[in-house]
């Protein structure tokens, strides 16, 4: 049994059998932390690594472990309810117990394991990464590619009203808020592919939907649906990566990764605007509809299941049937139900919201700054169409310059905040060194060095946006201040998110499921009163208030820089 559990037969007279437990030890909770944060989901959700949990939970794990009868009971529907169920009492493991010793307990068939993910060979990660990143590509390009066709279907649905004008876009992003409290803890408890196939369908029957909508009330009501379930890449993507690639070599595929969110959005609007003024505003729903679902049956076809805690339960109903032993378990299975994933995923970032005041300063900026790019995304048509006389297709062009600022602040921050965080908390140690205390590390505050050079830029470019469209200023002039805009909404987005990372540590997921939450909603909504400041005063001052409130939160970085560590250990959350 050993054998098929991937455990080698213990010989301790063997010195190459030593050199082979050293070599193959069980991780340490830092380095299962550090996993954990890695691969995308929370600490207490098996990772490649295995589990690192609180002290209650560990107690917990082991716990289950030992809930079932001596390996001679041939009891088998009571050893399974017995290790599912916990129905009968048996005297807790002892804190040094490795699990891994048990004979019942399956991993993976030694390091080499070809079903490890991490052993795939490459054409295999890289056919799952591509078809990934391309899923997460085409869903936020959903999110604007409509934008430039709004004003023919106002017409054609016989409607003035500026602000269904803007939710019928903006809506889609509302969709962005509910679909992550879904899809990732489905994906704990199914697996990421079973999700991304069931997701993925629904996305096209959706579309589907909006290109048949007989009415604006249906097209809204289809838009927001198919952004839930368009979220499920942009959710579980990364995790899926993380899966498949170790730490030390999964940046260059991450960085692919974020270019979808990235440039989906930007790009959207530039082949929604062609698309509509030549065939009209369905088609830009049926060509979403036409690559994802291309895209969705290759996935079906070639993408394979990544996540390690369902490969294993896998392999474990296989050797159950091979061997009849029914004591056989998954070591990522710590007898937690599907309701008890599902609840967990769900609850806890609602917790952070409502109790963590870090993720409630954060989460307001971050929804101020997301916000304001929504608002771009539905004004731009109206302003390049009214003020310059540009055409739908020509006004796509216009939102170029937010996907040029985006990436030109992805390459600034991308070369700086490594590099800055690495340097000040190498000065810190020294510093402590040199006092004799205790070395403290890469604080997450240092993560916020670049904040308010993009809290700088965001109002700057507002005001040059906004001012030199209503002196009707060469159109090149508003498109490099969308620019300016795109350099420092990234910039700001990049640095907030890395911070709630390094700040939650093992809870990371659920802090950014949290802010992902919140600033979705921001996305769907702030849109709205945006058109009635910019009916009033007009896109000048309009974008003037909207730079002024940016400004007004330049502060906060500063603030978090100098009380961020105090208000984390202050706040910091027990029961999560």
């Not at 003020?387 to 700086?416: D, E, K, N, P």
Request: hydrophobic share 45%.
């Amino acid at each position: 049994m050993a054998k098929e559990t991937g455990h080698p037969p213990e010989d301790n007279d063997d010195p190459n059998t030593k050199a082979g437990h050293l070599l193959h030890r069980e991780p340490t909770r830092e380095e299962k932390t550090a996993e954990a944060v890695a691969e995308g989901h929370d600490a207490d959700i098996p990772s490649s690594l295995g589990y690192v949990l609180d002290e209650r939970g560990e107690k917990q794990r082991k716990n289950s472990l030992a809930r079932k009868p001596a390996s001679g009971n041939n009891d088998d529907d009571a050893a399974h309810h017995d290790v599912e169920k916990g129905g009968i009492s048996t005297p807790e493991l002892p804190d040094d117990v490795d699990s891994s010793e048990d004979e019942n307990v399956v991993w993976w068939d030694g390091p080499d394991d070809p079903a490890n993910p991490y052993n795939w060979p490459t054409w295999r990660k890289v056919m799952n990464c591509f078809l990934i990143s391309a899923m997460t590509f085409v869903t936020p390009l959903a999110s604007s590619i409509f934008a430039p066709g709004v004003p023919e279907l106002m017409r054609e649905f016989q409607n003035n009203s500026p602000y269904l004008a803007a939710f019928v876009v903006s809506v889609y992003v509302l969709g962005f808020a509910a679909g992550p409290l879904l899809c990732a803890p489905l994906s704990e408890i199914y697996g990421r592919t079973i999700v991304y196939h069931v997701c993925n369908v629904f996305f096209i029957c959706f579309n589907i939907g909006a290109a048949l909508a007989p009415s604006l009330n249906s097209l809204i009501g289809f838009r927001l649906l198919a952004g839930i379930f368009g979220s499920a890449p942009l959710t579980n993507g990364g995790g899926s990566i993380a899966d498949m690639i170790r730490q030390e070599k999964r940046g260059a595929a991450m960085a692919i990764f974020s270019i979808g969110p990235l440039l989906g959005p930007i790009v959207g609007p530039v082949a929604g605007g062609f698309l509509s003024e030549s065939a009209g505003w369905r088609w830009v729903f049926w060509l979403i509809v036409i690559v994802a679902g291309v895209i969705s049956l290759v996935m079906l076809l070639f993408l394979r299941e990544t996540y390690a805690a369902v490969i294993l339960d896998r392999k474990v109903r296989r050797l159950r049937k091979e061997t009849g032993n029914e004591l056989l378990r998954s070591k990522l299975d710590i007898g937690l139900s599907s309701a008890d994933y599902f609840k967990r995923g769900i609850i806890r970032p609602l917790k952070l919201i409502a109790f963590s005041p870090i993720s409630q300063i954060f989460g307001l900026y971050i929804a101020v700054v997301y916000g304001y790019l929504y608002l771009m995304f539905t004004s731009i048509t109206t302003v390049f169409q009214t003020y310059y006389g540009f055409t739908a297709g020509t006004a796509g062009l216009a939102f170029m310059g937010l996907g040029v600022g985006s990436m030109l602040g992805l390459v600034f921050f991308s070369i700086t905040s490594d590099k800055y965080i690495k340097k000040k908390a190498a000065e810190a140690d020294a510093a402590a060194d040199a006092a004799g205390a205790t070395r403290e590390g890469m604080k997450p505050e240092y993560r916020l060095v670049s904040v308010p050079i993009g809290a700088v830029l965001l109002p700057a470019g507002l005001f040059i946006y906004g001012w030199t469209a209503e002196y009707h200023i060469h159109w090149f002039v508003p498109i490099l201040g969308t620019a300016v805009v795109g350099v420092g909404n990234l910039i700001i987005f990049m640095a907030l998110q890395l911070y709630l990372v390094d700040a939650f540590t093992v809870y990371a997921a659920s802090a950014l499921a949290a802010n992902a939450v919140v600033r979705s909603v921001a996305g769907a909504v702030l849109p709205l009163a945006g058109l009635k400041l910019f009916q009033n005063l007009g896109v000048g001052w309009g974008n003037s208030v909207l730079g002024f409130i940016a400004a007004g939160m330049l502060p906060v970085p500063f603030l978090i820089l100098k009380y961020g560590e105090y208000l984390r250990k202050r706040f910091e959350l027990k029961d999560l």
